[in-house]
């Protein structure tokens, strides 16, 4: 008997509030842990849907599951809770997470913006780094988009270890049909051929099936023999050779670890471009892999003008075309009738008018740029806090590094309190403090990271330390991150009378980027990117950070557990340094510098005179547009041309954007009114104080 909205199971310690998935064995339910007020994910196995032969084999997966969900705590690893029996019904009790498996974003969506798809493999690669390490000696064997789960943040979970091998077991845990169970389009040449122990490089390769079809949205296994950039124009070559790698029918030219995959995605990689380039990315993909109409172009180009005077569609002029001195750009031509001309899939271009000596390129000057220098920064690479950098007082709880992230953890009534030797910060000058963490549990008592201009002493009653804390407000600054069960994400700021506090609602246990810079007098503080607070002027200067709590409370406390990935301050100069001169490229006509060059191929970039912004050339072409799933006119999936067009490089960023609010006194709606609303766990949750 299925369960329904309402029921609660197991002695009503969970009450059953969606069904929101179906899997193999049966449904997963989204659930209310009661005693514990937390959102839980329950797989249920029930007995009456299976014959003896499959309920054992179904329990010895679930039993199994548990046991290796147990054992892993880690960031990208599904956590499992408990595994408990009901008569005959077996309940999995899980990590709830709050986004869409992998196999439904790109059924939704299809190829993923290269960063991202990036970024989500590199997540992958911490995961099966953990689970290959660990003593258990653990092969998943069923690594595929349906067993990625991705966060409300995009960041990506492994569940499912019901096929997992383990390295104590005494069989081989081999599957009926074949040598070793699991999911032929994602199973390595050992898995489908061999009846022995398989080595963690078979999880590599169905993990470069994954990412294949993360960049190209094709199954690898069906166009096997292709290289990914073949399928989507634009790709680097070197993430071909990385795909190379990991996809080779030998295991023994494969990566034998994870973390070696990582690192040749970091590399390739290179400096993170941001919100832009993964715009542009995604842009490029869709116009040169996947289809587009000029329409629906211009639709994203709109959208991202709206968010930030973004992109700008360009199209590239004809033999006979002169600029018009217009300010809006101008759409290609209607296509003929398709009737009347064969769909193709080399772009065609109208041949270039007659050439007349080039005059000689001239250097442009591109837009200044504020170059910044890494003061201070710590990744947590070792095992250990570093003893020149950090001092640490343990308390009662727990400090561990594992895996680049640094946990604080207590039961007791003192909190690690972790704080830096040195003054990390310049002492004049701009600057920006940079940190990424996340809270894995909420609860009463609440920590934090702080970056201040006085060191609280160590073992104060939390009156003492109130008190002292306010004392020192009066002449320095506070400002940071916090969280407990009852108040959710808060953000702080102190100097003198001024006292903010910015509350998002809770419990928060994503990943979280806080970012604070000193500038022109004033703090900005921005979490994950968007603006939070900009303070009144002030002078003061923070001389520490510290992690953790101060206090001594005079009673044992729930804590919540801390983890923080990185901490990172940036020295940035007041007065803007120019960039190196960039030439541009002159077309072969009479006004080179009015219009952009005639002879090019995609990537291409020129310099556009108007407002010396880098434009990139995407070439025509005739392309897929449409869906058979969609709604009725988007029916039936038709080649469409589409003409070949410049788009805007780069986009204003957030400093730009903040130095002209400040220059002309720019108010939005929420800061005038004082309150505004954010999307936060599936719903918009009004947050207060915003100014």
């Known amino acids: 008997m299925s369960l329904n909205i309402g029921d609660d199971i197991l002695e009503g310690k969970y009450v059953i509030m969606d069904s ?33 032969e499959e309920y054992i084999e179904f ?9 290796i969900g147990a054992a892993l705590r880690r960031e990208n690893v599904v956590e499992v809770y408990t595994l408990e029996p009901s008569g005959e019904e077996l309940y999995l009790v899980m990590e709830y997470v709050d986004g869409p498996s992998l196999q439904k974003r790109l059924e939704e969506d299809g190829p993923l913006p290269v960063e ?46 019901g096929l997992a091998q383990l390295a104590a077991e005494s069989g081989r845990s081999l599957g009926k049909g074949g040598p070793h169970p699991g999911t032929p389009l994602y199973m390595s040449p050992e898995q489908e051929t061999s009846a022995g122990y398989l080595r963690p490089a078979s999880d590599l390769y169905s993990l470069g099936c994954v990412l294949f079809e993360m960049l190209t949205g094709k199954v690898y296994k069906k166009v096997e023999g292709t290289k990914a950039s073949e399928l989507r124009l634009g790709l680097p070559e070197w993430l071909d050779d990385v795909l190379a790698k990991m996809l080779a029918d030998d295991q023994k030219e494969r990566y034998s670890a994870a973390d070696e995959v990582k690192t040749d995605l970091r590399k390739g990689q290179g ?13 490029g993909a869709a116009v040169a892999g996947i289809g587009m109409s000029w329409r629906l172009i211009a639709v994203i180009a709109g959208i991202v003008a709206v968010v930030g005077a973004g992109f700008v569609l360009w199209p590239k002029p004809g033999p006979t075309a002169t600029p018009t001195g217009s300010d809006l750009p101008t759409p290609p ?29 001239t250097a442009t000057p591109a837009p200044t740029i504020s170059a910044s220098t890494v003061v201070f920064q710590n990744v947590f690479d070792g095992r250990s806090l570093a003893p020149a950098v950090w001092a640490l007082d343990i308390g009662s709880g727990t400090a561990l590094v594992s895996d680049g992230i640094l946990e604080l953890a207590s039961s007791g009534r003192r909190y690690p309190y972790v704080y830096t030797l040195k003054d990390p910060f310049p002492s004049q000058g701009t600057f920006q403090l940079t940190l990424r963490l996340r809270y894995s549990q909420v609860r009463t008592c609440g920590v934090g990271v702080i970056m201040t201009s006085y060191l609280v002493p160590v073992d104060l009653s939390q009156a003492e330390a109130a008190a002292r804390q306010q004392e020192a407000e009066k002449d320095g600054v506070q400002a940071g991150i916090w969280q407990d069960h009852e108040n959710g994400l808060q953000l702080w700021y102190r100097s003198g009378t001024e006292r903010k506090d910015i509350r998002f609602s809770g419990p928060n246990t994503a990943w979280n980027e806080l970012s604070i810079a000193y500038s022109q007098g004033r703090y900005h503080l921005h979490l994950n990117g968007t603006l939070a607070y900009v303070s009144q002027p002030t002078t003061h200067r923070p001389e520490l950070v510290w992690m953790g709590h101060p206090a001594r409370l005079d009673s044992d406390c729930q804590w919540g557990t801390l983890q923080v990935d990185y901490i990172r301050v940036e020295s940035i100069p007041s007065t803007p340094v120019p960039s190196t001169p960039t030439p541009t490229p002159v077309a072969p006509t009479s006004t080179p510098a009015a219009s952009p060059p005639a002879n090019t191929t995609f990537g291409d970039t020129w310099v556009r005179p108007k407002d010396n912004m880098r434009m990139v050339y995407v070439p025509a072409g005739d392309f897929e547009m449409g869906s058979e799933i969609g709604e009725t006119d988007e029916r039936p999936v038709h080649l469409v041309y589409v003409g070949d067009f410049w788009i805007d490089q780069v986009e204003v960023t957030n400093l730009a954007l903040e130095q002209f609010a400040l220059e002309t006194g720019y108010r939005t709606d929420a800061e005038k009114a004082g309150w505004g609303n954010i999307w936060q766990n599936g719903r918009w949750n009004r947050v207060d104080g915003l100014d």
């Open 333 to 361: 031509a209607e296509p003929a009738p398709e009737s009347t001309r064969t769909p193709t899939r080399t772009p065609t271009r109208t041949p270039p008018p007659t050439e007349t000596p080039a005059a000689t390129p």
């Open 271 to 283: 400096p993170r471009s941001g919100r832009v380039g993964r715009m542009l990315h995604s842009v």
């Open 59 to 67: 329990r010895r997966r679930f039993q199994k599951e548990a046991q």
């Open 116 to 161: 991202e798809a990036i970024e989500i493999a590199m997540g992958l690669c911490n995961g099966l780094a953990a689970v290959h390490d660990h003593p258990l000696g653990i092969v998943h064997r069923d690594i595929k988009p349906s067993n990625i789960l991705l966060t409300s943040q995009g960041h990506a979970k492994i569940t499912d270890f």
């Open 20 to 52: 929101i998935d179906e899997g193999q064995f049966g449904k997963v339910y989204l659930a209310d842990d009661v005693p514990l007020k937390r959102r839980v994910a329950i797989k249920e196995l029930r007995r009456e849907d299976w014959t003896e």
